[in-house]
């Protein structure tokens, strides 16, 4: 092939948007490749041909983009994350490449409704929550602003767990996202690399004057490729989507087998495969296992050896490759990679250590997503020197060189030598993977202004002193593709009559807006969009759960992780006490309101299990009291994914955003509703504190401390028992549901959930009740006024286009990669 001139030889076909001809394609598909006969084709073979035809039309481009990136020399960005949350694609992959229309008619003229068949599309949730869905927008953004870039991660046979509800507790039941096979991908067999664990290294050279070292691993597994194209807005480029899954080097052990031991026979393969069977279940607190560190491991080592392969068939050698290559690492899962660049550099490819270091450094750059103390990834010593011996060495080299630098050029005195140090010397000794990324790294951002300097003040202070120009803010973003286009058509259809499409391109064009807001004829049309929403919900809500809620009443809408610093509980102890209101008052005119709640616990996280099961608890008794007469409905929707928030997203209201000021470095969900055209309810925390400067002080319902107060509260002591004695509405909220009155078949379920708020409140539950209370009730008298309201909603969407990922991805290119 290579002497060959590609010009000189056939080319495929052009792909032809015709839908006569895309429904001759279908049913192309079905016969050849799938090999099903139009009469028994089931759905899902509709949808399997469906996208191999729309997979067809993405191929020349992606072959395109890949050799342009190559005739040019351009930089190329390589993005490692453990996790990409990425959903469906096939509407999202019709729609940048603007088939929508073609495609739906030529499968109609095939009996086959485009939509039933979307629906049938496993939602693919290789990731946890937002650093795995922020990872999935970059990659569209990526190919939208056209970057040359690769996503590399880890092809996990199951995802995250699928969530069931027993008797409103969740039960966690395996995700089996392939089972009818994977049509985007493309396996490639030829890009595989062998991945060492344990054994020892050997020193070439002498004892007195080491030339070089050797890494002997004790055991072998394979990397194998696995391709997904990506596909930008209006088919600009297309990136790909690279995926590692583990194969054993020997599939069966012949000789075992023939000796009748069947199961020994299999034991190493399976060990090797069961590397990337699942994802671990954790968000924003480490796995902690040795199967974990072995994931981060695979995926670098064979993320890093394709990264070098394809540098060096370009260019002669690696001093260009700070140049021509950019690693950004998604938070430390992948910064082992630090060391196994410095390894492959010094050992297989023989550059000095010094000059390694350079290029390994000029290479990478770390994106930071948490400040949690309990987050921050550290191993046992003595298990990565059992794991990976010769990562262990340099991790010793690089930290000796950082301290002496330190210690001799910066005068650095104990207490801040100990606290950059790449060991953990307090107890068991411990590898930081944050400081190790952080050393190795040229630029470590944070995902949000207020977390970018916090990051400065707490955990990375004496790094940051010692390197004062490494640490930057990169505020997170959203695709509007997905999260605007695709989930709401009907407000896209509406800003199209009113702006035309520039914002189609840039979503900034969506301030022209703004003057929309003062006619009334706009904002009713606005409103009537989001009925429909509401009305498309609650027909999800009563076919999933057979509730029925009204879609005039107040949507009010909390959808992430469950965990205890985003404070599901300080909005179910509200909605408690509103609960006791409209009871006691049922003079008042109070407003309609459904609480949804959804969201996944990590299985270990018993509290959040708990808090579960309360929302499940209070929904029954709040649901089933005649005395609240409709006014108040909650609902927790289980199995919470991309394509629940695609629905959900639309047709809110309210958004709930109330982390724990300081705690939630930026938050991505906060984001889809407001440019959703919901209001926000929310503290100032993450990217909210961005929101309010962008959408103004008019149109967000901000309340509670700051995270300085935060800060102080919890150095000085608070006392959260006193403050609970001072809120007749809150004390009353909170014996009541430790007292059982909303578990009555186990009074004592939640009496140690609301001791921790009466001891110690560290997440400030009981300290910012009064403050959302109140906020909560500046809602109602908003939405009283409902020209208000759409006021505010209209001027929402109107100025959020700024957060879109294009907008962060321009950043990252501009102020990060050079690209
Ligand atoms: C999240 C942050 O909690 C969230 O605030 C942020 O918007 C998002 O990342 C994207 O930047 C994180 N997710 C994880 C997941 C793991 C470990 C740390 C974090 S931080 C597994």
Redesign the pocket.
């Known amino acids: 092939m290579n002497n060959l001139n590609a010009a000189d030889l056939p080319r495929p076909a052009p792909r032809s948007s015709n839908p006569e001809i895309m429904a001759a394609e279908i049913i192309e598909r079905l016969t050849y490749r799938i090999g099903k006969d139009v009469k028994v084709a089931k759905p899902h073979d509709w949808l399997t041909a469906t996208i191999l035809v729309v997979r067809d039309r993405i191929i020349d481009k992606w072959m395109e983009s890949t050799r342009k990136a190559y005739a040019n020399n351009s930089k190329r960005v390589y993005y490692l994350s453990?996790?990409f949350l990425i959903g469906r694609l096939m509407r999202d992959a019709i729609s940048n490449i603007g088939l929508m229309h073609e495609i739906r008619d030529a499968l109609s003229s095939l009996g086959v409704d485009l939509d039933v068949i979307a629906g049938l599309e496993p939602d693919a949730a290789l990731g946890?929550?937002?650093?795995g869905r922020?990872a999935a927008c970059f990659m569209e953004s990526m190919a939208t602003v056209d970057i040359p870039a690769y996503g590399y991660g880890i092809r996990y046979v199951h995802g995250l767990f699928r969530q069931q509800m027993a008797d409103g507790w969740q039960v966690e039941l395996p995700e089996t996202w392939l089972a009818h096979g994977n049509p985007w991908e493309f396996e490639r067999r030829e890009s595989s690399y062998e991945i060492g664990f344990g054994g020892s290294v050997e020193t070439i050279g002498g004892y007195e004057d080491p030339q070089r070292f050797v890494w002997k691993p004790a055991e072998r597994v394979i990397a194998m490729a696995y391709d997904t194209p990506v596909v930008g807005w209006r088919g600009t480029r297309v990136n790909t989507l690279r995926l590692w899954s583990a194969q054993p080097i020997d599939p069966i052990l012949l000789a075992a087998f023939n000796a009748g031991d069947h199961i020994g026979a299999l034991r190493e393969s399976n060990k090797a495969e069961s590397l990337t069977r699942v994802l671990?279940p954790?968000?924003?607190?480490?796995a902690g296992q040795e199967l974990r560190l072995r994931q981060e491991f695979f995926f670098s080592s064979a993320s890093l050896q394709d990264i070098l392969r394809r540098h060096l068939q370009q260019y002669p050698d690696f001093t260009s490759l700070p140049d021509k290559v950019s690693i950004q690492l998604n938070?430390t899962?992948p910064a082992i990679s630090i060391c196994e660049m410095m390894r492959l550099l010094c050992d297989v490819h023989g550059l000095e250590f010094d000059d390694a270091w350079k290029i390994t450094q000029g290479t990478f750059s770390y994106?930071n997503?948490?400040l949690l103390p309990e987050?921050l990834e550290s191993w046992p010593v003595p298990l990565l020197e059992r794991l990976l011996p010769r990562h262990m060495q340099i991790v010793y080299a690089i930290n000796a060189n950082t301290l002496v630098y330190a210690r001799k050029e910066k005068k650095m005195a104990d207490q801040q030598i100990r606290s950059i140090s790449l060991i953990d010397e307090g107890g068991e000794r411990r590898v930081r993977m944050g400081n190790l990324a952080f050393i190795g790294s040229h630029s470590i951002n944070g995902?949000s202004a207020l977390h970018t300097e916090l990051m400065k003040e707490t955990v990375f202070a004496d790094l940051h002193g010692l390197y004062p120009d490494r640490i930057n803010n990169k505020t997170?973003g959203i695709t509007p593709r997905r999260w605007l286009m695709q989930c709401n058509p009907g407000l896209t259809g509406l800003v199209r009559e009113a702006i035309g499409d520039d914002f189609l391109d840039d979503a900034e064009k969506l301030t022209a807006l703004d003057r929309f807001a003062d006619d009334a004829g706009f904002r009713e049309k606005f409103a009537e969009v989001k009925r429909l929403n509401k009305v498309r919900l609650a027909n999800t809500v009563a076919q999933r759960m057979g509730i029925r809620v009204d879609p005039s009443a107040m949507f009010d809408i909390q959808i992430k992780r469950i965990h205890e610093y985003k404070r599901q509980l300080l909005n179910l102890v509200e909605t408690v006490a509103l609960y006791d209101q409209i009871r006691s008052h049922p003079e008042l005119e109070w407003v309609p309101r459904v609480k949804f709640f959804a969201g996944k616990a990590a299985p270990s996280y018993h509290n959040a299990k708990l808090i579960i099961k309360l929302a499940n608890d209070i929904a029954r008794v709040i649901n089933n009291d005649p005395a609240v007469r409709g006014l108040l409905k909650v609902v927790f929707i289980p199995n919470y994914n991309v394509s629940l928030a695609e629905i959900m997203v639309p047709a809110a209201d309210l958004s709930e955003q109330i982390s724990t000021a300081g705690m939630?470095?930026?938050?991505?969900g906060n984001m889809k509703f407001a440019l959703n055209g919901a209001l926000t309810i929310g503290t100032l925390d993450?990217?909210n504190v961005e929101m309010l400067e962008h959408v103004g002080a008019d149109n967000i319902v901000i309340f509670g401390m700051t995270a300085e107060e935060v800060a102080k509260a919890r150095a000085e002591g608070h006392n959260p028992r006193a403050i609970i004695e001072q809120s007749a509405e809150l004390s009353q909220a909170l014996s009541s549901i430790a007292s059982g009155v909303f578990s009555p078949d186990d009074r004592s379920r939640f009496a140690g959930l609301i001791d921790g708020i009466y001891n110690s409140d560290w997440f400030m539950v009981a300290a910012d009740f009064d403050a959302y209370a109140d906020a909560q009730r500046k809602v109602d008298a908003i939405w009283s006024d409902q020209d208000s309201w759409n006021t505010k909603t209209v001027r929402n969407t109107a100025r959020m286009g700024w957060f879109s990922s294009d907008r962060t991805i321009r950043q990252y290119a501009t102020e990060i990669w050079r690209a």
């Open positions: 453990l996790e946890n929550g937002g650093l922020l671990y954790a968000d924003a607190t480490p938070d899962h994106t997503h948490t987050a995902v997170n939630e470095a930026s938050g991505t993450g990217a």
